[in-house]
């Protein structure tokens, strides 16, 4: 995702960091991931050299749609300045294999239940003191 304006405000989107999502041709959101070539494990975020293999070389990225399933969360009642209050912050299980940690979105009508189902979707993370959105990756809880 590009720096870009925010069409509510002068705010500038800013990703949370480069090379982690990308917006397909079809507008979904899609994790960027490496995949090693020699073990076949996949890791988020895409790492330079197989954390189990330890060979370098082997790494190829790919692109996977950010489908999977909460394994654990929690909500912060009282999060850090820039930080929405409360939000829900969640273990995510990939289908693809990788887990991760991340915020969730669009929870508070949701009755969590470990194991649900969520897809990935880019969204603000937090606002920064100078007005800039920082969006990324997160997750919106599907029904059973």
């Given at each position: 995702?590009?720096?870009?304006?925010?069409?509510s405000s002068d705010a500038v989107k800013v990703p949370i960091?480069?090379?982690l999502f990308i917006i397909g041709a079809d507008g979904r959101p899609k994790?960027?991931?490496?995949?090693?070539?020699?073990?076949?494990?996949?890791?988020y975020p895409k790492e330079p050299v197989c954390p189990i293999c330890i060979e370098v070389?082997?790494?190829e990225t790919i692109e996977i749609d950010g489908k999977g399933k909460i394994i654990s969360f929690t909500r912060v009642m009282r999060g850090l300045p820039g930080?929405?209050?409360?939000?829900?912050?969640?273990?995510i299980e990939l289908d693809a294999g990788?887990?991760?940690?991340?915020?969730?979105?669009?929870?508070?009508?949701?009755?969590?239940?470990?194991?649900?189902?969520?897809?990935?979707?880019?969204g603000r993370i937090k606002t920064e003191k100078n007005g800039n959105i920082i969006v990324g990756p997160k997750f919106k809880p599907l029904p059973i």
């Open positions: 995702m590009e720096q870009g304006k925010d069409k960091r480069r090379n994790l960027i991931v490496g995949r090693c070539r020699q073990c076949h494990l996949i890791f070389g082997t790494m930080y929405d209050s409360p939000y829900t912050l969640a273990c990788p887990s991760l940690i991340a915020q969730l979105q669009d929870w508070q009508e949701v009755e969590l239940k470990l194991h649900m189902p969520v897809e990935l979707v880019i």
